[in-house]
């Protein structure tokens, strides 16, 4: 992560962002500070980045043999 919150790629490809429920371990210190506070059947989400990297030619040659 850089400066302003800026995400930088370590591949090209396509950056998918997602949600998905969260659900955190029982005994995590989240839990006392803000699934307590939270009404009674409310979800929690989490957003997950991930980079789909560009699919690889098929071909590759041989450079050097040791």
């Known amino acids: 992560m850089g400066r302003n919150n800026t995400l930088y790629a370590l591949e090209d490809g396509i950056v998918r962002y997602t949600k998905e429920v969260y659900v955190p371990p029982p005994r995590s210190s989240e839990v006392f500070k803000v699934i307590c506070r939270l009404p ?7 957003t997950f980045v991930s980079v789909v990297p560009n699919p690889q030619h098929g071909r ?3 450079v050097e043999m040791q």
């Open 60 to 62: 590759f040659t041989l």
């Open 40 to 46: 009674r059947g409310a979800l929690l989400y989490k």
